[in-house]
């Protein structure tokens, strides 16, 4: 079992920057699957963005709506994986999911997804 763990939320204003983390207990794995999904009020599970790799090779992946701000990156040492946002909109306000699944799974995907996190609140403020 992996136990995902998210820190990093916050209450924000617009245009701020903010680094979630997501700390995966257990051994590094060498292939596999991380992403990020978020969920406002009253709105399905959304995609946000994920890291897949195997062995040294690693691929990333963006919701439309976000690559041009966040970035998903991955620390192998730390088994943990970043999420930073900049120019951070009202839009973004959500609660942000860490989950995590094998290499085959489809980044894009929620069900694909063996494991998830609690959850860490963004809130964006105008």
């Known amino acids: 079992q992996v136990q995902l763990v998210e820190s990093g939320g916050g209450l924000v204003q617009v245009g701020d920057s903010l680094r979630l983390s997501c700390a995966a207990s257990?051994?590094?794995?060498?292939?596999?699957?991380m992403g990020w999904f978020r969920q406002a009020p009253g709105k399905d599970r959304e995609f946000v963005a994920a890291v897949r790799w195997r062995w040294s090779a690693a691929d990333t992946y963006y919701a439309n709506s976000v690559k041009e701000r966040l970035t998903i990156s991955r620390d192998n040492a730390k088994n943990t994986v970043y999420l930073q946002m900049i120019s951070l909109k009202p839009e973004d306000t959500a609660v942000y999911y860490c989950?995590?699944?094998?290499?085959?799974?489809?980044?894009?995907?929620?069900?694909?997804?063996?494991?998830w996190g609690q959850g860490t609140q963004v809130t964006v403020s105008s």
């Open positions: 257990g051994r590094t794995f060498s292939s596999g699957a």
């Open positions: 989950a995590a699944g094998g290499y085959r799974s489809d980044p894009y995907n929620a069900g694909d997804y063996d494991y």
